[in-house]
Every structure is written in C-alpha cells, then in structure tokens.
C-alpha cells in the first residue's frame, strides 16, 4: 500500500471553496482511502492508497463540496526528500507544490524575485523578510511557469513528512 499526500489548492480561504477536514477524512474514507489523516485546515491529506490520481480527487470534490480545484499529489518518498533537502533551513521557508516540474528556461523567469532551489517537481522559497513581503508568490508563480502552484509553510511540510514516516 502506498502512502501519499493530497495538497489542494485554494482551499478554505476566507469564506471561499469550503472543505471541513473531517467531513473530507469521512468521504475519503467512505471511498475507500485508507488510514486518511489532515494537517491544518488548509487542504494537507495524508492516506494510504496502491493508485490514485489527481483527477480522481478533483472529481471527489466537485462532486462532494462543490469546490472545483487542483489537487497536487506526492509520493512518501517524494514529501520525505523534501523535508530533508532543507536548502534555506527552516526558518522563513516555503514550498511551491507545482503541477508540474519546470525546465530551466521558466525557472529563470522566476531569477531576481526571491531566493528559491528546485527540489524535485517542486520549489523551495526563502522569504528572509517573511510570507507578506515576498515577490514570489503562488499566483506568480503559476503565471510565469505556467501551470498550477499551492504554497504551504515549511512547518507543514514538516508535519507532513512526520506523517508519511
């Protein structure tokens, strides 16, 4: 069995794509998701699962919540070499979860925002004078490498690795 992580995009965001994570863990579990377990309430799913895909996620809330958005997926493996590669450390530190690894010409359309190092499919942001000033944000992010980004803090990321083991 397979453990993977689910990170939804735009999730529970003010009055916004409401998803209650227990009401999520439920119909997970009715689906047959094993061993479903969240982290914060903004859309961070943990389970066990031999296949999966995202779009098969994707549906699930549409159909259940009425919240049509991305889910980007990741192995164990892939949530644990994250948290290990601790390029900035942990201090001032994001993730941008990408739809899809970007090649080197789009990563240097990001060059002279804010400090980040691919790692993965994924990017990993230091913003030294916090989240709130950061030029390199998810909405930029998704407009100069072209396709979807979710950003979580690196204490989630953490989180999320202590869960996968």
């Not at 982290?39 to 296949?51: D, L, M, Q, T, Y």
């Not at 919540?65 to 290990?84: E, Y």
């Not at 930029?140 to 979580?152: F, M």
Request: hydrophobic share 50%; proline share 4%; aromatic share 6%.
């Amino acid at each position: 069995m397979a453990t993977w992580v689910a990170l939804l995009r735009a999730v529970n965001l003010g009055s916004h794509n409401k998803v209650p994570m227990a009401r999520l863990r439920s119909v997970l579990a009715d689906a047959g998701y094993d061993n479903v377990r969240t982290v914060i309430a903004s859309g961070n799913v943990v389970f066990e699962r031999p296949r999966t895909s995202a779009a098969e996620l994707e549906r699930l809330l549409l159909d259940e919540f009425g919240v049509d958005t991305v889910v980007l997926l990741r192995t164990a493996v892939q949530i644990r070499a994250l948290a290990k590669a601790r390029p900035f450390g942990a201090e001032n530190a994001y993730v941008a979860f990408l739809a899809r690894k970007p090649g080197a010409a789009a990563l240097r359309s990001l060059a002279g925002l804010d400090d980040y190092a691919p790692v993965g499919s994924d990017l990993v942001l230091h913003f030294p004078r916090g989240y709130s000033n950061a030029r390199l944000t998810g909405a930029v992010i998704e407009k100069k490498l072209g396709c979807a980004a979710t950003v979580r803090n690196w204490r989630t990321v953490e989180k999320l690795a202590a869960l996968v083991g």
